[in-house]
């Protein structure tokens, strides 16, 4: 039975497209069939992340409206084959989307693929109701900081009550994913703590991923990190993160940077 | 046992009275064999010939007649002088029991779940109570008293219909605002008490914090 996911946060900026990219990447080496599907219409960036930026002909905007049909658009990933991406369109805004056209497009997904990863775009307007109105599941993107705290706490909210699930009275699994976690800064105080986010959130820890300047270099290099370097620690976060997705259970940690003797003796911040 | 109905002249003014009685007591009469004693009825009284059909249409139940001694076709109708009756006095026809009252309307509201950034809860009916916490960005508003049993990081606004007895209670504040009967405070005002159980209430114009254990 096909698995809907959003990845959502309310807050911009926070890990959203890296993360949906990741996730994906890492259910489909496991051998799942994965489609990445991007809701950010006019503001489209998951296929630069996952490196399908050239090769887009027809997007979702052109299936809804009838001038090409979803395996037109769908893009296949280069790296690992069970991997596909919608992408949005660049040139229109949220107001082209429709609630019937993204249902049967929703359809058509879950028949072909495993698990449906929805990329919402930040805010809680049309874009991310429609990217949440079908899921089954949700992971809620939160950096460590109070803003962004707040903002998912909307997001939460808003998935208890205005996706189809809440409407039919069933519960949406929700995930909470911490990214951007530096465990420097939260010691210092300048970051919120782990522990402090779970407080008020009050929603189950899917994973934290530790601020890395390997996310920046994946996403330079359009491949998701969990590809281009799948030791680095945000991979190895991410991997167990989908693991956990999957049903199994991974303890939790925060896998630290392997730093070199070099940095230790001079001291290097934990990069 | 039949209960014996004794109508007086004239049967019109009678009737009327019957219909008042039917009124009171609508379950009295339904399947109780009825006697209907004509002694205090001349002859000539012009409802004798319509009496019984009167009667059936109100569901009246008439087994038979006495007190006399023609024989009209409507006393033949249903079924003629009953003989052998002995009376047992008379008997007062209770009222009908009176309706359930209905339900009372329910004057607290309890919460299981977290308020959400975002979301208002309003009960202006009584008290509300949260078994968790109310998120920053979130408000929760009580005709009477408004409970957290977690930590208030929202708004708690209680009394609005006007009711300066109204408290707010919560286990850890945190709130970026509270009111009673429409006077405020903010979170700077707050600072002394924040983390703290608290309770507060109105003293004249101005909401009063004490810390509760």
Redesign the interface.
Known sequence: MAKVLVVTSGKGGVGKTTSTAALGAALAKAGKNVVVVDFDVGLRNLDIVMGAERRVVFDMINVIQGDAKLSQALIRDKRVETLSILPASQTRDKDALTSEGVEKIIAELREKFDWVICDSPAGIERGASLAMHHADVAVIVTNPEVSSV??S??I???L?SKTERATRGERIEKHLLLTRYDPVRAARGDMLKTEDVL??L?IPLLGIIPESQEVLRASNLGTPVVLSNPEAAPSRAYADAARRLMGEQVPMTVPGEKTSLFGKLFGRRVA | MAFVLSPDAPLSNWIVELDAQIERSATFFAGRPIVVDLSGIPETDPGLGTLFDELRARGIRVIGTEGLDGLTPAIQSVGGPLIGGRPLGLYEVPDDPPDEPPAPEPTSMVLD??V????TILFPQGDLTIN??V????EIMAGGSVHVYG?L?GRAIAGVTGNQQARIFCNRLDAELISIDGLYMTAEDMDAFRGKSIMARLEGSSIIITEIS
């Open positions: 707040r903002d706490d909307r939460i909210g808003l208890d407080e008020i009050s | 779940e977290p959400r950034s975002g979301q968790g916490s998120a920053s960005g979130a930590v990081r």
